[in-house]
């Protein structure tokens, strides 16, 4: 079944495997599920860990794989050279909005530093009007709990908008997720709070 809405979605995840299988079975699982429908992978262009993991998995199951790797990065994250495209650009900064430009949403599987980081930036974009694109958590076995805690705390203190905490989906089963983020319509809406937060 390929989706009307995304060709193409950037998967943030981690450089390591971690430690939980779980957070394996959800890798390959997405990856199996963006092959079969047709859906290329944006990806941050490692060999390693759950990207290596992500991005095997749909070039197996005959999808199609674009990375973006900064070139000084390939020493320490080994750049995937069995992939559909892998493009190599000058810094992180150019790397990230190559694949922004590249994805029609965005997934965010469990994580460090730069997963996060991306999360952040892309929810960021949203909320200013920089991109209009669907964002989405692939919450394995609560693995994001505790940041969607603090979002609606953000909420609850009138710091975020009810309508910006929205962006955000969060779903641990990846075809639910890949369904939402198709059917997810956005808007902008201006960030800045003042009397009428809603």
């Known amino acids: 079944m390929a989706s009307a809405d995304l060709s193409s979605i950037c998967v943030f995840c981690a450089s390591s495997p971690g430690s ?6 959800a890798t390959v699982e997405l990856g199996r599920l963006l092959a079969e429908r047709g859906i290329e992978l944006i990806y941050g262009g490692g060999s390693v860990g759950l990207m290596g993991l992500i ?4 070039m197996k199951g005959g999808g199609t794989v674009t990375g973006v790797i900064p070139t000084g990065l390939f020493p320490r994250e080994v750049g995937h050279r069995g992939l559909t495209r892998l493009e190599e ?5 150019d790397r990230k909005a190559r694949m922004y430009d590249l994805a029609d949403a965005f997934i ?4 460090g530093f730069g997963t ?7 929810l960021t974009w949203n909320q200013i009007g920089l991109l209009t694109k669907p964002v989405g958590v692939l919450d394995v076995g609560g693995f994001w709990q505790p940041l969607l805690v ?9 710091i975020l908008k009810p309508k910006n905490r929205a962006i955000l989906l969060d779903d641990p089963d990846p075809a639910r997720l890949l369904d939402r983020l198709a059917e997810q319509e956005l808007g902008y809406e201006p960030k800045w709070i003042g009397e009428d937060i809603t």
């Open 55 to 58: 991005a095997d998995t749909v």
């Open 108 to 111: 965010a599987l469990p994580g």
């Open 150 to 158: 603090l979002f609606d705390a953000m909420v609850e203190r009138s």
């Open 20 to 25: 939980d299988p779980a957070l394996t079975d």
């Open 89 to 93: 650009v000058a810094t992180m900064h």
């Open 116 to 122: 996060l980081e991306e999360l952040a930036e892309t």
